[in-house]
C-alpha cells in the first residue's frame, strides 16, 4: 500500500512560480512511475507530468518548457516546479503512483493523494 499526500498548492498571479510536493509512504522503495495529474472544473482530469524509476521524464505539450518534475528517492518525496503560470494551469493537482511498471505516460495508476489546489489569476 502507497500513501501520497501533496503540499505546496496556492494562488498566485500569471507570470508566477509555484513548487508542488508529494510525500510518499508505504511500499515506496518499489515505485516505478510517479505522476502529476490535474483536474480542471467541468474538465477530465488531464496528465501533466511523469517520472520513471531511472528518473525519465515526460510532459503534456502544455506545460513542456515550464514545469519540471523530479524525485528525491532519499526522502521519498516528488515535485513538481511550476514557472510562468498561466490562468489556464488553475485545477486541482494530483500525485500518483504506479508499482506494476510500463510507459509513465500511458499507464493507469494505482496510487493517489487527496489534491492540492493551484489558482493562477490574470
Known amino acids: 500500500q502507497v500513501q501520497l499526500m501533496e503540499s505546496g498548492g496556492n494562488s498566485v498571479q500569471s507570470g508566477g512560480s509555484l513548487r508542488l510536493t508529494c510525500a510518499a509512504s508505504?511500499?515506496?522503495?518499489?515505485?516505478?512511475?510517479m505522476a502529476w495529474f490535474r483536474q480542471a472544473p467541468g474538465k477530465e482530469r488531464e496528465g501533466v507530468a511523469a517520472?520513471?524509476?531511472?528518473?525519465?521524464?515526460s510532459y503534456a505539450d502544455s506545460v513542456e518548457g515550464r514545469f519540471t518534475i523530479s524525485k528525491d528517492n532519499a526522502k521519498n518525496v516528488l515535485y513538481l516546479q511550476m514557472n510562468n503560470l498561466n490562468p489556464e494551469d488553475t485545477a486541482m493537482y494530483y500525485c500518483?503512483?504506479?508499482?506494476?511498471?510500463?510507459?509513465?505516460?500511458?499507464?493507469?495508476?494505482?496510487?493517489w493523494g487527496q489534491g492540492t489546489q493551484v489558482t493562477v489569476s490574470s
Open positions: 500518483a503512483a504506479d508499482l506494476s511498471g510500463g510507459n509513465c505516460p500511458d499507464i493507469s495508476y494505482n496510487y
Open positions: 508505504g511500499a515506496t522503495d518499489n515505485h516505478y512511475c
Open positions: 517520472i520513471d524509476y531511472d528518473t525519465e521524464t
